[in-house]
């Protein structure tokens, strides 16, 4: 009996077919079209997050450590201003666009109407597996989608939560989640669907990409990157050294798309930190008379005052650092950091605590370019410092790679954040400080190249889960016999005359002028 019961349970193919099956059903009847349902489920969600703040905490605790001021605000409250956004703007953004006709058409009128895709898969991630699961959700509700979420099976906790919390208070007709690993994801795979959005890492991206080609299904990845950050001379070291520490170390203990992989700065730079009074008041140290590597250390110094100040000398019994995910990528982490090349770089932190998974806040200086640490992306509590002779030499460096999803950079020059802007490509570039443009939710986020292809979050999520329709209105006054048979040269010279929008052409054109 219990052998029947756990065979039923499993999610299979064909499990897969019969609920597409279903929530094609409920699109086609035009449920998920209906202006007011899409109002109700965002509602819905709203009310799904107010009421269980706590349980959702206490899953991503038991997911990552996560800590609650991390949970309450860059999961929980970030999720809440999508689904606000949504509601507030939704009626705006389903309204046709107007659009202009040519002379070509005239007379005519023309707009664009966003209508649905029809059944859509997100495959979330398990770093953020709220927010990156419910954030595409609600564009594609807001664009009146039937959604299949598939959330990840490495944060467990949450993807059970968030299984029972949508069957309980979404509409599971056109809503469904479905939880499990590798054969479920394939399984779902395996179906047609009209989009499909994956967070994760390149390598699973390609799967993504490879099974969607099959049913030219089009996709959104959001796959990440190394993401670096420059630090130019003459700015406020404090204030850079905590905007990089809270995109780090505080954003789920680095384990985050778009937090700093590695920093690049140039090797004169710590001369030029002396006239920073912080350095004499934390450090106390007279700087003129040291040598370019103890100059070096002095940056990090920096980095060690910030880090004790937010997480203690002992950083591993800290409450406010999230823990590794699990003990795959302990031991992924921990073979970037002892490679042979690296772990003499090390010049703060490096302890770990295997039985707890939790690895210190680590600085590495001077780490080698063939090193593994810089040859993949981090995804955890390491940081890398790269030096360069000069600022704009981290353009070529960061060019001459793959693009990254983001790229920061600290400076007070002008110029230097013109040419920053005009010449490093990436998903997204921040000037003095890391990570916070995934809180504006007038700016798309996505990746490019490598770190991705399509963007969402505000406007831009119901964008990605719309079809974009072109419609042109005529009536049936001035039909001019100009584009039907017999084709004559004096048809041909207006033709060309009206598409090419001249208004002298055209009265060349019917006086039969020719242009000489």
């Known amino acids: 009996m219990a052998s029947e019961v756990e065979k039923k349970a499993v999610f299979d193919i064909d499990s897969a077919k019969e609920v597409v099956q279903e929530l094609r059903a409920s699109f086609v009847a035009g449920k998920t079209k209906d202006y007011e349902w899409r109002r109700t489920q965002l509602k819905a969600m709203l009310k799904m997050m107010d009421e269980n703040e706590p349980q959702i905490v206490a899953a991503l605790r038991d997911d990552l450590s996560k800590p609650e001021l991390e949970s309450s605000i860059y999961e ?49 991630a398990w770093n ?22 598939k959330p990840s099976e490495i944060s467990p906790a949450t993807a059970s939560l968030l299984a029972k919390l949508v069957a309980n208070y979404m509409d599971s007709s056109c809503i469904k989640v479905v939880e499990g690993a590798v054969p479920e994801t394939t399984a779902l795979l395996e179906q ?69 992989d590695y920093i690049i700065t140039t090797k004169d730079y710590a001369v030029e930190l002396v006239r920073l009074p912080v350095y004499v008041y934390i450090c106390n140290l007279v700087l ?37 995910v699990n003990s795959n990528h302990f031991a992924r982490l921990l073979k970037l950091l002892d490679e042979d090349k690296v772990s003499s770089k090390i010049v703060y932190g490096g302890e770990r605590d295997k039985s707890n998974l939790k690895i210190a806040p680590t600085i590495l200086l001077d780490v080698p370019q063939d090193s593994l640490i810089m040859n993949e ?18 353009f070529d460096l960061i060019n001459s790679g793959t693009k990254p999803l983001a790229v920061y950079m600290f400076t007070n020059n002008k110029k230097l954040k013109e040419k920053f802007v005009e010449k490093v490509s990436a998903g997204g570039l921040v000037i003095n400080d890391t990570t916070v443009h995934l809180a504006e939710p007038t700016l798309p986020f996505g990746g490019v190249g490598d770190s991705g292809m399509g963007a969402y979050h505000g406007k831009f999520s119901f964008d990605t889960f719309s079809h974009k329709k072109a419609v042109l209105y005529r009536s049936f006054a001035g039909d001019a016999p100009l584009r039907y048979p017999p084709y004559t040269n004096g048809k041909l010279r207006l033709l060309k005359a009206l598409l090419g929008g001249s208004i002298l052409g055209i009265i060349r054109a019917l006086m039969g002028w020719s242009k000489a």
């Open 76 to 124: 929980i409250a970030m999720l809440k201003n999508s689904c606000k956004l949504a509601l507030k703007k939704m009626k705006h953004w389903v309204m046709p666009e107007k659009a202009k006709t040519s002379l070509a058409t005239f007379p005519s009128s023309a707009e664009i109407v966003s209508e649905p895709l029809g059944v859509v898969l997100v495959i979330s």
């Open 288 to 324: 003129f008379n040291l040598s370019s590597q103890a100059l070096f250390i002095l940056q990090v110094d920096s980095f060690k005052c910030e880090l004790e100040r937010f997480y203690g000398k002992n950083p591993l019994e800290s409450k406010d650092l999230s823990r590794v």
């Open 128 to 149: 953020y597996p709220l927010l990156l699961s419910l954030d595409p959700v609600i564009g594609a509700i807001a664009a009146g989608n039937a959604i299949v979420l």
């Open 192 to 260: 047609k669907w009209d989009k499909i959005m994956y967070t994760g890492n390149g390598r699973i991206g390609r799967i993504v990409m490879a099974a969607a080609a099959k049913h030219l299904t089009p996709v959104v990845l959001e796959l990440g990157g190394k993401c670096p950050v420059i630090v130019d001379s003459g700015i406020n070291l404090q204030v850079a050294t905590r905007r990089i520490i809270a995109g780090k170390w505080g954003c789920n203990n680095g384990q985050a798309c778009i937090s700093p």
């Open 377 to 394: 992306e981090i995804f955890g509590p390491l940081l890398p410092i790269i030096t360069i002779d000069k600022v704009e030499d981290s």
